[in-house]
């Protein structure tokens, strides 16, 4: 470690991007040669990974490797399994509906993360920025929500210490985020800095739990929090910028000895608060960071590092610390983990093919069970009547699949269905011509889309809300939340409602299926 250049160690502490879910969007592949050309001049430490294809990203990210002067850590956000970045590939429910398995939840969520191990850990990908152990205090929260296990913290820290326990048993490296707690917020610190207002005692005894469990779980990351916690730390910077936080709170009065990376350093709540990504990134490691996650530009940043060291105000021996740990992390991943991973266990075993499989079958039996009635007897509707079948989904992106999956298996299980996609914010002619459709069938299933994500507001555009309103008091529909349970109390004359607390397409079969077919609610086998 001492024999590394200056710029070599302050470049190590850097994760970069690679590919992109946001405009303008780019795959890994589409990204590669950028990467690759900045290898030689400033030799990363790692990537973040998005928007990734099956199959192809493992070559692309073998070839980096091999170019790369040091071994680079791949993180990526797959907090709903490997297919969340890496396409096509079966995703899992949000963790939200973990939590309404009951007393499966626990051996659930360990399983959950040890196939998302194995997946990922065979594509090349060695960190997943996930459990979320933030606990979801404000329910209008608009970023974590569904995201998040629990409202209570005690459930929240049992589910997230099993998360780090399935990660280890598949030796994928977990990441408990985002510290101290994001969960008591009504702000995207995507767009703007969050303010939790609670004292440090509140905090300590309601938001720090599970990530008091994580640590003894063995969580080898920490994530910050670009968010302002006056009951920590009053001088107005955010967790990712505080030594008290970081250093005093999570290492000293924690005891936490892992790796504490950034939230990514491209959110404007963070920005706000430097004026430089160099400077930015100065300030966080002086607070205690590691790993600065998604640098924009690596080779000015450490330029500004490598001049902050030179001035004295960026200590040597601190970044000599940042730096054991990334080396740390590598050794797990490369000397004493991934590489020799144990193949006689069940999961290890398995081929490509079957450890899809496996994941397919098991997110839908976890997406089946997790569903909970919220209001009425949601008795099963009838296949053979005419039926009106409504997704509102008001943020609709290029990751959805062109045919919702509610409206693929209605149509395999309903005789006679129509199947109508709404964004929300249509003119009023097209509510008023549903009205007519509702009108002229027998049953009707309204779902709606209410889901956290960086890129979109939180909760259904007005002219959606109306048109819900009136219709839930005209027709004898179902109405199924897909998504965050709070969007249901908007609508409290809906006779029948329904949650299944994730929108992806195995939580959307397993409502047809539970309204068509079934009847009774699944069980984890």
């Known amino acids: 470690m001492p024999e590394l250049p200056l710029r070599d160690k302050l470049a190590q502490l850097m994760f970069v991007r690679i590919g992109s879910n946001l405009p303008p969007v780019r795959t890994v592949e589409e990204d590669e040669a950028r990467i690759a050309a900045l290898l030689p001049e400033c030799p990363i430490g790692g990537l973040v990974l998005f928007n990734g294809r099956h199959g192809p990203t493992a070559d692309t990210l073998a070839r980096l490797q091999q170019q790369s002067r040091y071994p680079l850590l ?171 936080i970081l250093t005093d709170l999570l290492r000293g009065e924690l005891g936490y000895q892992g790796a504490v990376v950034s939230d990514s350093l491209l959110m404007a709540g963070v920005r706000e608060q430097a004026a430089t990504e160099g400077e930015l990134c100065v300030r966080a490691v002086n607070a205690g960071v590691d790993i600065l996650l998604d640098v924009e530009s690596p080779v000015a940043a450490v330029e500004a590092m490598a001049a902050a060291v030179a001035s004295g105000t960026l200590p040597i021996s601190r970044v000599d610390e940042a730096l054991a740990r990334v080396v740390a992390l590598k050794q797990t991943v490369w000397v004493h983990g991934s590489g020799d991973a144990d193949k006689s266990t069940p999961l290890e075993s398995l081929s490509a093919d079957q450890l899809e499989s496996e994941t397919r079958t098991f997110a839908q039996q976890v997406a089946a069970a997790a569903i909970q009635v919220v209001r009425g007897d949601a008795a099963p509707l009838d296949p053979a009547r005419p039926t009106l079948t ?136």
């Not at 963790?95 to 194995?118: E, N, P, Q, S």
């Not at 949650?499 to 539970?514: G, I, K, N, Y």
């Open 390 to 525: 409504v997704l509102v989904n008001p943020y609709r992106s290029h990751l959805d699949p062109e045919t919702p999956e509610l409206f693929a298996a209605v149509r395999e299980l309903c005789r006679d269905v129509e199947c109508v996609e709404l964004r929300g914010d249509e003119p009023a002619p097209r509510w008023e011509a549903l009205s007519q459709c509702a009108a002229a069938v027998d049953q009707v299933l309204v779902a709606i889309v209410v889901k956290p994500a960086a890129w979109h507001q939180f909760g259904l555009p007005v002219p959606a809300a109306d048109w819900l309103t009136t219709a839930c008091q005209r027709f004898p529909l179902v109405l199924a939340c897909l998504g965050a349970p709070i969007a249901l109390e908007s609508f409290p004359a809906a006779r029948s409602a329904l949650c299944t607390f994730s929108d992806v397409p195995a939580s959307q079969r397993a409502l047809a299926e539970r309204l068509f077919a079934a009847g009774a609610a699944a069980q984890i086998p």
């Open 74 to 244: 791949v993180g990526s956000d797959i907090e709903r399994g490997y297919g969340q970045q890496l396409r096509p590939y079966p995703l899992f429910p949000h963790a939200m509906a973990f939590d309404a398995l009951g007393a499966d939840a626990v051996d659930a969520v360990r399983k959950f993360a040890a196939i998302t191990a194995v997946a990922a850990r065979r594509a090349g990908v060695h960190i997943t920025f996930a459990p979320i152990a933030d606990v979801n205090t404000d329910p209008r929260n608009p970023i974590i929500a569904t995201r998040a296990f629990s409202t209570d913290p005690a459930r929240a820290a049992e589910l997230a210490a099993a998360f780090v326990e399935g990660c280890r048993d598949g030796e994928l490296l977990a990441t408990a985020k985002h510290f101290p707690g994001h969960g008591d917020t009504h702000q995207d610190s995507h767009h703007e800095l969050p303010n939790v207002p609670q004292s440090g005692d509140e905090i300590r005894r309601r938001e720090l739990e599970p990530f008091r469990a994580a640590i003894a779980a063995g969580v080898p990351l920490i994530m910050t929090a670009h968010v302002c916690y006056p009951g920590l730390d009053d001088s107005g910077a955010c967790a990712t910028l505080s030594r008290p």
